[in-house]
């Protein structure tokens, strides 16, 4: 079984099915958060309580408004898995999960958190491979009389940073990840509530220093003209350490989709449908991207990265940058 189809199943990685799974009820998270000593809150290091500035800025995006914990559960069945296969041809299992796990490290920030699956996917998948190193190497000490190297029997705890401006969100990434996590002390999660274009990063994440940080599926849900969003990209660079890396997804218009799997002339239609439900007044205005294109999120990205690479797929732009630029150029390569 490949690293591609293995999915999140009742709280496990499962490979026959797409994931899909029902969050806890919304008065159930703050007991189970208050029951994690690991966890901390980055506004707050002994509540959970946002600032005015990022409630203020979260009732204003429709986009992050909309997940809330009724629609929070149906997040994976319908966006992750409907919408990516069949409108935005870009499927999570083949294409969107091994681009996240490529560029996930045990220091990561994640930005645009929606459910957690993709840091909850990637954490499971690294714990395997560990407990899989370990079984092999009793294996290979099994009727030798030297002991076993200590050295290999525990490991750094990972360290994973949640950022969003939705509260819920934050709480349902943060239970999630804790629930399909194997071993409860492996992984120390902190959250934070920030809006991604809001300069300059809080403070606290400066001075952490990210070997890695993702942005998947955040761009496109952000109200805000295409120049504009590429400040999210000089947010990730502030909190990079050198050499650090940033990965993201986004959907783009219809106009933009040459990528490979777009499909034929009937998925065009398909997915400008979608695109302006999502964008109008009606659609409750989850997107705002119809002025998104690929040129600006790239050269925005070549402002604030060394190394850039950039691959449409389907209508979704995926997109990688490594070695921050600190200072920022005006240069676009």
């Known amino acids: 079984m490949s690293d591609s189809d293995l999915i999140l199943r009742g709280g496990r990685l499962d490979s026959r099915k797409f994931p899909g799974r029902r969050l806890p009820p919304d008065d159930q998270l703050p007991e189970q958060r ?31 408004a909309w997940y809330t914990p009724l629609t929070l559960p149906f997040y994976d069945y319908h966006v992750l898995g409907f919408n990516m296969s069949f409108v935005w041809r870009c499927p999570t299992s083949s294409v969107l999960l091994p681009f996240f796990r490529q560029n996930f490290t ?21 714990q395997q491979q560990q407990q899989q190193q370990q079984q092999q190497q009793k294996e290979n000490h099994q009727g030798s009389s030297s002991p076993i190297p200590t050295t290999t029997t525990a490991a750094a705890p990972a360290a994973l940073t949640l950022m969003d401006l939705n509260p819920h969100s934050l709480e349902a990434a943060r239970s999630r ?23 300059p990063a809080p403070g606290v994440l400066r001075r952490r220093r990210f070997a890695s940080v993702s942005m998947f599926n955040l761009l496109h849900c952000i109200p805000a003209p295409c120049e504009e969003k590429t400040r999210a990209f000089e947010l990730a660079a502030q909190c990079l350490l050198d050499g650090g890396v940033l990965a993201g997804c986004t ?43 690929r040129e600006v999120l790239e050269r925005g990205l070549r402002r ?3 190394e850039v690479e950039v691959k449409v797929v389907g209508c979704m732009l995926l997109f990688r940058g490594k070695g921050p630029k600190r200072a920022g150029t005006e240069e676009d390569g």
């Open 177 to 199: 990840i804790l629930r399909d996590n194997s071993n409860p002390g492996s992984v120390e999660i902190e959250t934070v509530q920030h809006d991604a274009l809001s300069l």
């Open 304 to 306: 604030w990265f060394d």
């Open 34 to 64: 208050n029951s994690s000593p690991t966890n901390k809150d980055l506004n707050n290091d002994t509540a959970a309580t946002p600032s005015s500035s990022s409630t203020s800025a979260n009732e204003e995006n429709t986009g992050t």
């Open 251 to 293: 959907v783009l218009p219809v106009e933009e989709a040459v990528g490979a799997g777009a499909g034929g002339w009937w998925r065009v239609p398909l997915a400008g449908l979608h695109l302006r439900v999502y964008n109008s007044e009606g659609g409750r205005r989850v997107f705002g991207n119809l002025g998104d294109t």
């Open 106 to 126: 045990l220091n990561h920030l994640d930005v645009g958190v929606a459910t957690g699956y993709f840091p909850s996917a990637a954490l499971l998948q690294l």
